[in-house]
């Protein structure tokens, strides 16, 4: 289930306007805001959603507080990434446009190595995910981590993906991932990683971002070996000869 391969990467014209007008006595008025389901407590404070089921996700997203522990030893809770959302005022919208190639995704755009969203700039809900609120939760965690650059205004890498599904693994614990005893700071690892989950397109990215670079352990294969303190069977090592 590769839910994101690669609609962030690209930089699309989009231009969507959408006029909603509705006149009660010769003045517009805003829509209603969204019903949320009964015994579900919302912030005071929400987000412009205008979906319901996409409200709910982000409801049920503020509400999460466990922490998540990252690769510099901070943590991130489900409620810092929701509020970052409503912080930065960042849209939420079905991809009805396919404007993702049938993933989830924010558009990003680069100038001379320089990237970042634009003001205004949704993020891309994919439309298989409608009614799995589970799966709701879990996008817009790994599109808001992005959305929040951790590593700069730079191009996505194979660590920030890594980290992105870690995040909605921490919200979701989806069957389909699988974290083993991968270390992403070693780019065997990394790699096979990507292998292991199915996500080979994601090896046309670079490995990491510039400030991870001092942190990675590049191994000496011929003292250590490449897969070291993985099991054989991750490495295709184990199989009878």
């Not at 994101?4 to 805001?33: E, N, Q």
């Not at 959305?147 to 920030?160: K, N, S, Y």
């Given at each position: 289930?590769?839910?994101?391969?690669?609609?962030?990467?690209?930089?699309?014209?989009?231009?969507?306007?959408?006029?909603?007008s509705?006149?009660?006595?010769?003045?517009?008025?805003?829509p209603?805001?969204?019903?949320?389901?009964?015994?579900l407590?919302?912030?005071?404070?929400?987000?412009?959603?205008?979906?319901?089921?996409?409200?709910?996700?982000?409801?049920?997203?503020?509400?999460?507080?466990?922490a998540?522990?990252?690769?510099?030893?901070?943590?991130?809770?489900?409620?810092?990434?929701?509020?970052?959302?409503?912080?930065?005022?960042?849209?939420?919208?079905?991809?009805?446009?396919?404007?993702?190639?049938?993933?989830?995704?924010?558009?990003?755009?680069?100038?001379?190595?320089?990237?970042?969203?634009?003001?205004?700039?949704?993020?891309?809900?994919?439309?298989?995910?409608?009614?799995?609120?589970?799966?709701?939760?879990?996008?817009l965690?790994?599109?808001?981590?992005?959305?929040?650059?951790?590593?700069?205004?730079?191009?996505?890498?194979r660590?920030?993906?890594?980290?992105?599904?870690?995040?909605e693994?921490?919200?979701?614990?989806e069957?389909?991932?699988?974290?083993?005893?991968?270390?992403?700071?070693?780019?065997?690892?990394?790699?096979?990683?990507?292998?292991?989950?199915?996500?080979?397109?994601?090896?046309?990215?670079?490995?990491?971002?510039?400030s991870?670079?001092?942190?990675?352990?590049?191994?000496?294969?011929?003292?250590?070996?490449?897969?070291e303190g993985?099991?054989?069977?991750?490495?295709?090592?184990?199989?009878?000869?």
């Amino acid at each position: 289930m590769n839910k994101r391969l690669f609609a962030s990467l690209i930089a699309l014209p989009l231009i969507a306007t959408t006029w909603a007008s509705v006149f009660l006595s010769g003045a517009a008025t805003a829509p209603a805001a969204p019903q949320l389901p009964a015994g579900l407590a919302a912030p005071a404070k929400l987000p412009a959603i205008q979906d319901a089921s996409l409200l709910e996700a982000w409801v049920r997203l503020h509400d999460r507080q466990d922490a998540i522990r990252l690769w510099d030893g901070s943590s991130l809770t489900g409620r810092r990434l929701a509020d970052y959302l409503l912080d930065h005022g960042i849209p939420v919208a079905w991809d009805t446009g396919n404007v993702c190639g049938g993933g989830s995704c924010s558009i990003k755009h680069c100038n001379a190595g320089t990237c970042g969203y634009s003001a205004g700039q949704p993020i891309f809900v994919r439309i298989g995910e409608r009614g799995d609120m589970p799966a709701l939760m879990a996008t817009l965690a790994h599109e808001i981590f992005h959305r929040m650059q951790p590593f700069g205004p730079v191009l996505d890498t194979r660590f920030e993906e890594y980290w992105a599904f870690r995040v909605e693994y921490g919200i979701t614990p989806e069957r389909w991932l699988t974290f083993g005893a991968y270390d992403p700071l070693e780019p065997e690892h990394l790699n096979l990683w990507l292998r292991d989950n199915g996500f080979e397109p994601y090896f046309q990215l670079p490995e990491y971002p510039a400030s991870i670079e001092p942190l990675v352990n590049r191994v000496d294969a011929a003292h250590h070996g490449s897969f070291e303190g993985l099991p054989a069977a991750a490495t295709g090592q184990g199989a009878a000869e």
